[in-house]
């Protein structure tokens, strides 16, 4: 084949891998058999936010942690028991994921409402998306059909998630062994406009970085410890402008080197061209911004799902069936 006859041929064969997931699942899947599920998880989201704006981000955040670890299969929701390590207590997760709960009361009634027919994997995509929605971001039709896996995996939750300390190459690198571009990583990475993060996570960024603005840092000294200890725990937002509104603040913090996680300001700066651009472009552009993240969060959302027959579909989404 020519050159460009074998180019036109591949990209073919990358769009079909990349839509392969997506054409199983549906945004209508469930409109026969659980008709008020949507409404269901709306208002249950609306009661969380409500009491607690920052569940809409831990709720998201939720989301990535189960789709980055065997794909979006409600791997992230199972407890530890004699016969099953769950991924709660892998390092990226542990004393950190939260909203547990929340789920768990939308799937009480989800399934008094609909018994056995909704995937504790689809009321997360659900929620999360509504947690956005809930904080002044964009919504989007969720796709649906995903079914709840038997198996969770620690040491993937380990290795696949990245760290706060990654460099920008090795959050590009993380994202691509997931089909995800630059793009999405960027896009993605504005989930941190809504949120907070514990000292222990940004602390050699505030007290070793050099990039980073000297008023914010010595502000964010203040309730973090040089040394580990009690204030390991001590939160700041992610975006110091505005963190319980999912807007593009986080990008406009990244240009003037406010961001609080080392990762987030690898983001820009660190002379990584194709990502300090699209930083650049979303600080300019809230509108891009909340159309690729749109974008991104339905490739994240179409990784690996279980589908068919595979999987179950739990009654509770902290133990399989
Ligand atoms: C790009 C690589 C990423 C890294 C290294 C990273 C790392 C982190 C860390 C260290 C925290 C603070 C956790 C804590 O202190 O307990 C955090 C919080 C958060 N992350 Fe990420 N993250 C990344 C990407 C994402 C993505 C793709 C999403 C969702 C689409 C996301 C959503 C969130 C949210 C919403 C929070 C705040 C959670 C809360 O307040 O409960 N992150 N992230
Ligand atoms: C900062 O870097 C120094 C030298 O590498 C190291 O000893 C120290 O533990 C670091 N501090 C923090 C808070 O990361
Ligand atoms: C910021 O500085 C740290 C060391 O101080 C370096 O490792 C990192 O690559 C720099 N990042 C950016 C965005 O310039």
Not at 102 to 114: F, G, L, P
Not at 132 to 158: C, E, F, I, K, Y
Not at 164 to 181: E, I, T, W
């Amino acid at each position: 084949m020519a050159p460009a006859t074998l180019l036109l041929a591949r990209l073919a064969v990358a769009c079909a891998l990349a839509l392969g997931a997506m054409a199983q699942l549906s945004p209508t899947f469930y409109d026969a058999s659980c008709p008020s599920l949507q409404a269901i998880v709306r208002a249950g989201m609306a009661a969380a936010v409500q009491q607690e704006p920052r569940m809409g981000a831990s709720i998201l955040r939720l989301f990535f942690h189960d789709c980055f670890v065997q794909g979006c299969d409600a791997s992230v929701l199972l407890d530890d028991s004699p016969t099953l390590t769950g991924e709660k207590n892998a390092g990226p997760n542990a004393n950190s994921l939260r909203g547990f709960e929340v789920i768990d009361s939308i799937k009480s009634q989800v399934e008094a409402a609909c018994p056995g027919t909704v995937s504790c994997a689809d009321i997360l995509a659900l929620a999360a998306r509504d947690g956005v929605n809930l904080l002044s971001g964009p919504t989007w039709a969720v796709q649906l059909g995903r079914r709840d896996t038997r198996t969770a995996s620690q040491s993937a939750a380990n290795s696949n998630l990245p760290s706060p300390s990654s460099s920008a190459a090795a959050l590009v690198s993380a994202f691509a062994s997931k089909g995800l571009d630059s793009r999405d990583l960027v896009a993605l990475s504005g989930a941190h406009t809504i949120g907070a993060a514990r000292c222990a996570t940004f602390r050699s960024r505030v007290y070793n970085d050099t990039n980073i603005s000297a008023g914010f840092a010595a502000k964010r000294r203040q309730i973090c410890q040089a040394q580990a200890g009690a204030s390991d725990g001590n939160l700041a937002p992610l975006d110091a402008m505005s963190s319980v509104r999912f807007d593009n603040g986080y990008f406009r913090n990244l240009v003037a080197q406010f961001g609080l996680l080392h990762s987030d300001q690898e983001l820009f700066g660190a002379g990584g061209g194709a990502v300090d651009s699209i930083t650049a472009q979303y600080a300019r552009n809230g509108a891009a911004f909340s159309r690729d993240f749109v974008t991104a969060v339905l490739k994240m959302g179409s990784i690996g799902p279980l589908t068919g027959s595979s999987g179950e579909i739990r009654a509770n989404c902290r133990k399989p069936n």
